[in-house]
């Protein structure tokens, strides 16, 4: 195996341990204990009775598994609403107590108004019962579960609007505060409809550190007062002209939705980015690499953020005097913009970036950088993301293949699916935003 095949190894395992490390299905285990009569959620203890459930997001199978095994008979019913699920899980669900549905991602569907429809049901009926109800979210759940806030707007109005949103290079946080804004059960509204019930909200968290009533949007958490302001949000990014009239209206005319209630309430984050990126930091520890966790290069637009981690990078290695392995993580979302019809995601675009940066340094070092979604799917792609090293830019030119017009027409997938470079896992059933990768060895002194 060559130095730069055992790099490239490297990054790969790097990534399968921070993975593992990140099990949704682990983590509800871990949280939610029942022995005998006596039921606790992260040492929270719950009536035992009657308990309800609703499940949103790319997570919500793995941790609606994980839920009702652990419950058993204590486990009344539940709505979930999340990824297409796979042989296995189908034949689980056939059996269980939950009215599943496969919401739409990028873009809600009729399922997910369905899902919508049924989970406020579900929450009346626990509302009238005094139920205890758990909440399951995880990221991706924006799209799969919608009900739009006046009767007046479409799921083709629902569809385009999250279409021009996603699209338009803003964050996470600004998209959200859009959403909320046309929405029925966003922004808390949906939890709100069970006032009598007792409640707790687990998250497998795809945001910010203390930015967790972005996670689907949060429909069981109103935002922070310093969230970002929906109407400035659609001045900031032109998006007046480019949404339907009727989620325009919606959002200059907020309907509130929020009913008091003296129930509990509780929101406990599961698991997070910070958990993907120790795990992968202590992965590369134990093979001999000298690590670093850029916890700053989060969330930047995507051709800054490639240029600091590159700069960090070159900064670590003179660090290393000695010229020992040296790796640099980081993690978050970089704001990538879509600017043409090819098939791609941030990950990808990441991946070209970094690969396209370190063939215009002349740089003679072994490099490898590996960027992936946690989730498995990147884009619209069917990648996670890819791999690239010290060689891709040359192996692509000795094929054919222009990096600057695959970045050019957001068509990074089709790049490295033509080098056998994309990295290919499928969904992973959890949702802890992005993990890069990046290796390298020290500068050795004169």
Excluded at 193 to 211: F, H, K, M, W
Excluded at 282 to 308: C, F, L, M, W
């Amino acid at each position: 195996m060559t130095y730069l095949s055992q790099l490239r190894t490297a990054a790969k395992e790097i990534l399968d341990e921070a993975l593992s490390g990140v099990n949704a299905e682990d983590a509800v285990r871990r949280a939610v204990q029942f022995t005998g009569s006596h039921f606790s959620v992260c040492d929270i203890p719950v009536n035992a009775r009657s308990i309800y459930a609703v499940a949103i997001g790319k997570a919500a199978l793995s941790m609606s598994y994980a839920l009702e095994q652990t419950l058993g008979q204590f486990f009344t019913g539940g709505v979930l609403v999340g990824p297409s699920p796979n042989l296995a899980q189908a034949e689980w669900l056939s059996k269980s107590r939950w009215n599943w549905y496969v919401g739409g991602h990028p873009l809600p569907s009729r399922e997910s108004l369905s899902a919508a429809a049924d989970a406020v049901g579900l929450l009346q009926r626990a509302n009238r019962e005094r139920g205890p109800i758990l909440f399951l979210i995880s990221g991706g759940g924006s799209a799969m579960m919608e009900w739009p806030a006046t009767a007046n707007i479409t799921l083709n109005d629902l569809q385009h609007a999250n279409r021009v949103l996603v699209n338009c290079g803003a964050s996470i946080s600004e998209i959200n505060s859009v959403r909320r804004a046309f929405s029925a059960i966003k922004a808390g509204k949906l939890a709100a409809r069970a006032p009598n019930c007792d409640q707790i909200t687990l998250i497998i968290s795809d945001v910010s550190q203390g930015e967790e009533y972005n996670v689907a949007s949060g429909p069981t958490m109103r935002p922070a007062p310093e969230a970002p302001n929906a109407s400035e949000v659609m001045t900031r990014y032109n998006l007046r002209s480019q949404l339907p009239a009727t989620i325009v209206e919606a959002v200059d005319s907020p309907r509130e939705f929020q009913v008091g209630s003296d129930s509990m309430r509780k929101q406990l984050v599961l698991l997070s980015n910070e958990d993907a990126l120790c795990v992968a930091a202590v992965a590369a520890q134990k093979r001999g690499y000298t690590v670093e966790i850029a916890r700053d290069i989060s969330d930047q637009p995507v051709a800054g953020g490639v240029e600091q981690l590159m700069a960090r990078l070159g900064q670590l290695r003179l660090k290393e005097r000695s010229g020992g392995l040296v790796c640099l993580i980081s993690g978050g979302e970089f704001a990538c913009p879509v600017r043409g019809n090819g098939i791609g995601g941030r990950n990808l675009e990441t991946a070209l970036r970094l690969t396209m940066c370190h063939a215009d340094s002349s740089s003679k070092d072994q490099f490898v950088a590996l960027c992936a979604g946690t989730d498995g799917i990147d884009g619209n792609s069917p990648a996670a993301g890819a791999i690239v090293d010290s060689t891709t830019i040359d192996r692509a030119k000795a094929i054919g293949l222009d990096a600057g017009d695959c970045l050019r027409r957001s068509d990074a997938y089709s790049f490295f699916a033509a080098l056998g470079d994309a990295i290919t896992i499928g969904p992973t059933g959890t949702n802890v935003r992005d993990l890069r990768i990046l290796l390298t060895t020290g500068i050795r002194p004169e």
